[in-house]
């Protein structure tokens, strides 16, 4: 096996950080790419970058990707769009949760396209838009609610929408979307249909819509899961999510998730480090951390890591999770506190102060990937991704 190149990051500061791997973002993307373009399609990708763009730096990923191809992005709201936009990205960049009554200059200022997912919403953005007639029509997206019943128009509203839309001349529809609920389950249950249902509802509400004289624009469905996995659903553009940071959802039944990660190979792209800046001997029966949670069991080795909870260290992993130490996995013990975590190291040969340790990502030849450590503690791997608070500094490396 190649051994891989370790990053040598140094700084003087609190010692914890996440290395960003634009390199295995950039074959993320590459590889979403080719799969959804099967015999040289012309499917386009939508980068969704919200939350932080899932921890790893929004307007940081969203720069590299759009260096890459990326077609265009997706954020939470215009707050986030903007931090995009200033950080220099010119593709198309979507609001995914729309806008509230006020934000309408601030959509038109930086060029950012909204969601449309209440017909009222139209007028509110048709008076922004009258405001600079002399200007293209504004576009936006519209959000179709088709099963999830979260946010979107439903498809018995499609008539409503298009008399609304006929008194906006100063907008243009130019896409149409909808989210799946449940596109990871394979079931056969009423949990493992609704990925079908929800997209026959959807083509059902955009056939209406096409009749009534509206060129919907972009269509598109896909998920990460869906883009996996449901090849049906990829329409004109998808939406990969964890994928593009390395990581297939869970799958139902689980056994999916191997022949997932075959078929559309991925590389972890955040690495969240710290060092030991303690260790200390302790003997059998002592407690280790808050309310003494932890108890050796024989004379131990205890490392304290400069990270907790308000780094992005899960509170759940307490007495459930690992880090990697020299290679070897270590398990957490006690309660993790804010800022500071125990590990037993008793087992890694030579373990010494300021050792680098790996609460998840890869280090050398070993990988600790965070779906993994997210399933140890019955969570999602974005949860644990946009933990990782602002403390933090990134690092982008190749």
């Not at 499609?158 to 596109?183: P, Y």
Request: a positive charge; glycine letters at 10%; proline letters at 5%.
């Amino acid at each position: 096996m190649t051994k891989k190149r370790e990053t040598k990051i140094d700084f003087e500061r609190r010692p914890i950080w996440a290395e960003v791997s634009l390199g295995a973002l950039k074959h993320n993307l590459n590889a979403i790419r080719s799969y959804v373009n099967p015999a040289n399609e012309k499917r386009k990708v939508l980068c969704i970058v919200k939350g932080n763009g899932y921890g790893h730096g929004g307007p940081q990923v969203a720069k590299a990707l759009e260096k890459f191809g990326a077609d265009w992005f997706g954020v939470t709201c215009t707050e986030e769009g903007i931090a995009v936009r200033k950080a220099g990205v010119k593709k198309p960049v979507l609001i995914l949760t729309s806008f509230v009554a006020g934000e309408e200059p601030h959509l038109l200022k930086y060029d950012l396209t909204p969601v449309i997912h209440r017909c009222e919403q139209l007028a509110d953005l048709n008076r922004a838009a009258t405001r600079h007639a002399k200007r293209k029509p504004v576009t936006f997206h519209l959000k179709m609610d088709t099963g999830m019943n979260r946010l979107g128009i439903a498809p018995e509203d499609v008539e409503c929408f298009a008399r609304q839309l006929a008194k906006c001349k100063h907008l243009r529809l130019d896409g149409v979307f909808t989210h799946f609920a449940s596109s990871e389950v394979f079931l056969d249950s009423a949990v493992g249909r609704q990925t079908r249902e929800q997209e026959e509802r959807f083509y059902a509400a955009l056939e209406r819509l096409k009749k009534l004289g509206i060129d919907p624009g972009i269509v598109h469905l896909a998920n990460s899961a869906a883009i996996a996995s449901r090849p049906e659903t990829w329409a004109d553009m998808v939406r990969p999510g964890a994928i593009l940071y390395g990581y297939h959802p869970g799958y139902d039944p689980a056994e999916l998730r191997e022949e997932s990660e075959r078929k559309l190979p991925l590389k972890p792209v955040m690495s969240l480090r710290t060092r030991i800046i303690s260790l200390r001997n302790v003997p059998t029966g002592q407690g280790i951390g808050y309310n003494s949670q932890f108890v050796t069991r024989r004379p131990s080795k205890i490392g304290v890591l400069a990270a907790g909870y308000g780094d992005g260290i899960h509170r759940s992993l307490g007495n459930k999770g690992n880090v990697l130490v020299r290679g070897i996995l270590a398990p957490i013990v006690g309660i993790v506190s804010m800022d500071v975590t125990m590990v037993d190291v008793t087992d890694v040969p030579d373990v010494a102060l300021g050792d680098v340790v790996t609460i998840y990502g890869t280090s050398g030849n070993e990988i600790l990937p965070a779906n993994r450590v997210a399933r140890g503690i019955g969570t999602v791997t974005s949860d644990l991704l946009c933990a990782v608070s602002a403390r933090v500094p990134r690092f982008y490396v190749i």
